[in-house]
């Protein structure tokens, strides 16, 4: 059995009784290695850690997992199960949002550091999000297939370095302004991306590797900034968003609650927003009549689903649906509010039942590993026949293996390579200086 009976958008979709009803999607959340135990211990050595923050990672990782193996729809009705319903495209926003928070404590918490301090600082994350993508490039080619009926998975990895080199310039940048921009890149990047769809070029391969990048450098680099399933534009979305409540003081009560509270705030309104425009202001008919290459069942499963592989551009309505890696504004709203609703829940929780969240804060801690060495399992193709036992096993591993690496040795093992290189490269720029 190929992988390529298995993607819900493949040409046996949900709605075929003879498609696989577990089908993995290839759209997937990431790990945040921006956050490696370093990231704490580089920002203010007198603060502690907060577990909420892994543990909220810890859960990302999980959704990530689930997308990726568990089936994405029922076989008997043919609807989205609950995990894809819940984790589908709003898993890698949560990482991202989360890397943008943990980029903000290693960069000097509430007050951001400045002169050499702050040089040092972007040289630190310059070499960390080349080492990342550099890691997700060597990982590509094990994983089968090129298009998204084929592939397993999407990895982030490739996207997160860019991710890391688009956010070095706000490092510096206000509370407000980060705000500012977070809200600007949610609303013009989908429109820039509306706009050049059609004209960038097409990179095939969703898994580039190395020689990929090399042969197509014009058409990589429109794949990972506009095109691709995690683009990096709209994406600076929810890592500016993420940076801003990085400078805020997430130990206060009032902080934790006000992200719980104004999170679910947001993406009520946003999936609200997206009812009213689509389903009762005669939205969904616009887009059947601009897009008659589309019937009502495929524009269903666009909005499902997400694109396969790119959204359509017969419309503008099309930015009005807020379905999973759709990236329109509605979208973006929708998983930025519900990643800091997340990260609000997981921060109060911290507070009174931190030690039942060791195992998720463990597993956050450590990302990179874990979700590098899932792809790898993923490349195996071993899980398409019993994919709950082998969700199961994932999982369970990977909390086994993260409590006690963690409390023997600290870092994850990747974790402990990316971070040494970011401190060698800080040290060389500081010299004998001292923090600013």
């Known amino acids: 059995m190929t992988a390529?009976?298995?993607?819900?958008?493949?040409?046996?979709?949900?709605?075929?009784?003879?498609?696989a009803p577990w089908a993995p999607h290839p759209h997937q959340a990431l790990t945040d290695d921006a956050v490696d135990a370093a990231a704490?211990?580089?920002?203010?050595?007198?603060?502690?850690?907060?577990?909420?923050?892994?543990?909220?990672?810890?859960?990302?990782?999980?959704?990530?997992?689930?997308?990726?193996?568990?089936?994405?729809?029922?076989?008997?009705?043919?609807?989205?199960?609950?995990?894809?319903?819940?984790?589908?495209?709003?898993?890698?926003?949560?990482?991202?949002l989360l890397a943008g928070v943990s980029?903000?404590?290693?960069?000097?918490?509430?007050?951001?550091?400045?002169?050499?301090?702050?040089?040092?600082?972007?040289?630190?994350?310059?070499?960390?999000?080349?080492?990342?993508?550099?890691?997700?490039?060597?990982?590509?080619?094990?994983?089968?297939?090129i298009t998204s009926e084929e592939v397993p998975a999407v990895n982030i990895l490739v996207y997160y370095g860019v991710f890391f080199l688009l956010v070095i310039p706000f490092l510096r940048r206000s509370v407000k302004a980060l705000i500012a921009w977070a809200a600007f890149f949610a609303l013009?990047?989908?429109v820039l991306m509306h706009l050049t769809r059609d004209v960038l070029p097409v990179?095939?391969?969703?898994?580039?590797?190395?020689?990929?990048?090399?042969?197509?450098?014009?058409?990589?680099?429109?794949?990972?900034?506009?095109?691709?399933?995690?683009?990096?534009?709209?994406?600076?979305?929810?890592?500016?968003?993420?940076l801003a409540i990085g400078r805020l003081d997430l130990a206060d009560l009032q902080t934790q609650a006000a992200l719980l509270s104004f999170g679910m705030?947001?993406?009520?309104?946003?999936?609200?927003?997206?009812?009213?425009?689509?389903?009762?202001?005669?939205?969904?008919?616009?887009?059947?009549?601009?897009?008659?290459?589309?019937?009502?069942?495929?524009?269903?499963?666009?909005i499902i689903w997400g694109p396969n592989p790119i959204l359509p551009t017969t419309t503008w309505w099309w930015l009005a649906i807020a379905g999973p890696h759709t990236n329109t504004p509605l979208a973006l709203a929708l998983s930025l509010g519900s990643g800091m609703a997340v990260l609000g829940l997981f921060l109060l929780l911290g507070r009174n039942l931190a030690k039942w969240l060791l195992p998720l804060a463990a597993m956050g801690s450590m990302t990179l590993t874990l979700y590098s060495t899932h792809l790898l399992a993923l490349a195996t193709e071993i899980h398409y026949d019993r994919p709950y036992l082998w969700f199961i096993i994932q999982v369970v591993v990977a909390a086994l293996f993260?409590?006690?690496?963690?409390?023997?040795?600290?870092?994850?093992?990747?974790?402990?390579?990316?971070?040494?290189?970011v401190e060698l490269t800080r040290r060389a720029i500081l010299g004998g200086h001292q923090r600013a």
């Open 4 to 19: 390529s009976s298995h993607h819900p958008l493949s040409d046996t979709s949900p709605r075929d009784p003879k498609a």
């Open 40 to 96: 704490g211990a580089a920002a203010a050595p007198a603060k502690r850690r907060l577990g909420g923050i892994d543990a909220a990672r810890g859960l990302a990782l999980i959704g990530m997992v689930s997308i990726h193996i568990l089936p994405a729809w029922n076989p008997e009705t043919f609807e989205p199960t609950a995990q894809w319903t819940v984790f589908a495209g709003r898993s890698a926003a949560l990482f991202a």
């Open 103 to 145: 980029l903000a404590f290693s960069t000097g918490g509430h007050t951001p550091h400045t002169g050499r301090a702050m040089t040092a600082d972007r040289a630190g994350i310059l070499v960390r999000a080349l080492l990342i993508a550099g890691l997700g490039l060597a990982i590509n080619p094990v994983i089968p297939g």
């Open 188 to 190: 013009a990047a989908p």
């Open 203 to 242: 990179f095939t391969d969703l898994n580039p590797g190395f020689a990929d990048v090399a042969a197509e450098p014009g058409a990589a680099a429109a794949h990972l900034l506009l095109t691709g399933t995690y683009p990096a534009l709209p994406y600076l979305a929810y890592l500016l968003a993420g």
């Open 265 to 302: 705030i947001m993406a009520v309104t946003a999936w609200f927003a997206y009812w009213v425009l689509i389903l009762q202001a005669g939205g969904y008919d616009q887009l059947m009549n601009h897009t008659p290459a589309l019937t009502e069942d495929g524009i269903d499963d666009i």
């Open 402 to 421: 993260a409590s006690a690496w963690q409390h023997a040795l600290g870092r994850g093992p990747l974790e402990r390579v990316v971070g040494r290189s």
